[in-house]
């Protein structure tokens, strides 16, 4: 089991940066996918980004791609996102989920076991 928790989240203008951290504990595999998802009031989580701890090897939703860049430091078991040129559209709770190797695309939230409880984010 992997607990995670997320921080950095707040209140921004648009068009500022935020960064968000997921720090994870617990068993740790080698191989495990970290995402960022985000959920709006009555809209459904989706994913925002999310690496391969193992490769470094990244992917993103078309909607932030070129804005946030997903990042780890294995050393501190921390994954990272930094968000850019925010926009209110931006505004949710952010959550940090892992998963170890399934199959499924990385942003189908059903896939992941391990969830943090969310870091709001909003943009006015």
């Known amino acids: 089991h992997v607990q995670l928790v997320e921080s950095g989240g707040g209140s921004v203008p648009a068009g500022r940066s935020l960064r968000l951290s997921c720090a994870a504990s617990?068993?740790?595999?080698?191989?495990?996918?970290m995402s960022w998802f985000r959920q709006a009031p009555g809209k459904e989580r989706e994913g925002v980004a999310s690496i391969w701890t193992s490769s470094g090897s990244t992917s993103y939703a078309v909607s932030v791609q070129g804005r946030f860049t997903i990042s780890q430091d294995n050393a501190k078991k921390t994954v990272y996102l930094q968000m850019n040129s925010l926009k209110p559209e931006d505004t949710a709770m952010y959550y940090c989920a892992a998963r170890f190797p399934v199959s499924g695309s990385w942003s189908t939230a059903s896939t992941y076991a391990n969830w943090g409880q969310g870091t709001q984010v909003t943009v006015s």
């Open positions: 617990g068993y740790i595999a080698n191989r495990i996918r």
